[in-house]
């Protein structure tokens, strides 16, 4: 089981990035797939997740409306658009799979494997 992360960069604020969190080894399907991030001293928190029973998707208040998660069922992978990105959207940020259908309104302990992490800077 491996997930790679991919996609991060530097973006001045207001501009977009789209990370990918790709599976190699195993299918995606039939798991929920969370994006987190941390930012320097901070907790690591829940920022978007596709439910895997029915493709539900969930995202954080302060990414709603901005950030879209979204699976690519061709590549295996999942895709995290960030728009009108903010300063404050820096930090890394982590893919991770559960086999929980609840696990994108559960405990970040619920998610089995997690991918490296690709790092976000906002800044101008």
């Known amino acids: 089981v491996q997930l790679q992360a991919s996609g991060g960069g530097l973006v001045q604020p207001g501009g977009s990035l789209r990370l990918s969190c790709a599976a190699s080894g195993f299918s995606l399907r039939g798991y929920s797939i969370g994006w987190f991030r941390q930012a320097p001293g901070k907790e690591r928190e829940r920022v978007s997740c596709?439910?895997?029973?029915?493709?539900?998707?969930y995202s954080a208040d302060s990414v709603k409306g901005r950030f879209t998660i979204s699976r690519d069922s061709a590549k295996n992978a999942v895709n995290l658009q960030m728009n009108s990105l903010k300063p404050e959207d820096t930090a890394v940020y982590y893919c991770a799979i559960s086999r929980s259908i609840y696990a994108c309104s559960g405990s970040q302990a619920d998610f089995i494997s997690w991918g490296q992490g690709t790092l976000v800077t906002v800044s101008s």
């Open positions: 596709i439910r895997a029973s029915n493709s539900a998707t």
